[in-house]
């Protein structure tokens, strides 16, 4: 029989119970190694490995609700632990949106005229030329991590989701914008948005726009020593700050100033 340590996961806050603990643990012996198989084995030869008696039933729907929570996926006729490899995959996610922020930076483009500000402050002249850089914290979170606390509050408000529910709500996550996601873990977490079905709560939420800034927004920006973002959006040349920018992926063009000393 297999030995069990539950370390590698917060079984309370997924809502697991022991069984369903043991199945995890059972199915992530198998999936360690960079050559493993996984499980692949039937579900009576699995209730059979575990360390206490459990039936061919109950071990079903542990599998069945561990694949819901995204705790464990299936490759063909094997089962695979998850929780293990989102690390690399989270970093594989992550390199693939600066690849695609740099390439957007880099496209040439033709700009609109730019009268350069007759301000001689040091400080923004350096800050001319540099080049945006992401500041939204949430923005750069783990994709599966912010999937993961929206569901945990559903969970916590609502009571554990139905299998059914949470395989569309998987559906309508991967049909999301990054920004739709960010702006829905802030809504649900502030209580601004709730429905009594996971996948609707994730479906139903409106995809956001970038806020654009108002020139009265743009001097309060400058009075605080900040510095709007011109950027493309929708074949228009328009202000915003830099962490909409980066939220929504927007092509930078250059910073804005004042055009005099006023501020």
Request: proline share 5%.
């Amino acid at each position: 029989m297999l030995c069990y340590s539950f370390g590698n996961i917060d079984g309370k806050a997924y809502g697991l119970n022991a069984n369903e603990l043991s199945v995890y643990e059972a199915i992530g012996k198998c999936s360690r190694k960079d050559d493993a198989r996984g499980w692949y084995a039937d579900m009576q030869t699995l209730a059979d490995q575990l360390p206490h008696r459990i039936g061919r039933v109950t071990v079903s729907r542990a599998v069945d609700k561990l694949l819901t929570l995204g705790l464990v996926r299936r490759d063909g006729k094997s089962l695979f632990a998850c929780v293990q490899n989102e690390r690399a995959h989270v970093q594989n996610e992550q390199n693939a949106v600066q690849n695609e922020q740099n390439g957007v930076q880099n496209e040439q483009n033709s700009i609109p005229p730019y009268n350069p500000p007759i301000n001689n402050n040091n400080e923004m002249e350096k800050e001319n030329t540099r080049t945006c850089v992401p500041t939204h914290d949430t923005a750069n979170s783990d994709l599966r991590t912010i999937y993961f606390e929206i569901r945990k509050i559903f969970n916590d408000k609502h009571g554990l989701h139905k299998v059914g529910e949470g395989l569309a709500a998987e559906e309508a996550w991967k049909q999301a914008s990054h920004a739709k996601r960010v702006k829905l873990l802030e809504a649900v977490k502030a209580g601004q948005w709730d429905k009594p079905r996971i996948d609707w709560l994730i479906a139903d939420f409106p995809e956001p726009k970038p806020h654009i800034l108002s020139g009265i927004e743009q001097e309060m920006m400058w009075r605080q020593g900040l510095a709007p973002c011109l950027v493309k959006y929708e074949d228009k040349y328009v202000a915003v700050t830099e962490q909409e920018m980066n939220l929504f992926g927007l092509e930078f063009v250059r910073k804005i100033y004042p055009v005099n000393d006023c501020y």
